[in-house]
């Protein structure tokens, strides 16, 4: 997608501090952190939000999912917790328009 700023990230257009990737996922470090861990996990395709997932697309999610679990060991937050957060659409308070998951943890939330 051209004009996404996602898709930019993925393509290396945008510089972004990334923390994990493969074939099908990037994760990054959000600009703007709201805890002292903040990053974004998202697919390569590019899939505007969370209604717009296709038939047989996911799997993609469960893969996110278990991405998320494997970073939250790698970093140690994972026995003291952390969130989740996927925004959805103009009321969800999405603004960027390329799926992602925020983890959030490294503080009482
Ligand atoms: P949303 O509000 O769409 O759920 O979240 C978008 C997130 O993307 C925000 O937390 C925002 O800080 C982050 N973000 C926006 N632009 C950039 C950028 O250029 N680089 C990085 N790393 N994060 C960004
Ligand atoms: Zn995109």
Redesign the pocket.
Known sequence: MEDC?FCK?IKGE?P??KIYEDDDILA???????API?F?VIPKKHIASLAHIEAGEEQIIAKIYNIINKLAEEKGFKEKGYRV???CGEDG?????HL?F?VLAGKKL
Not at 93 to 97: A, H, K, L, N, P
């Open positions: 700023l990230i945008i972004s501090e990054f470090n959000d600009i703007n952190p709201l903040h974004l957060i996927v925004n308070g999405q603004e960027v328009m992602h925020h």
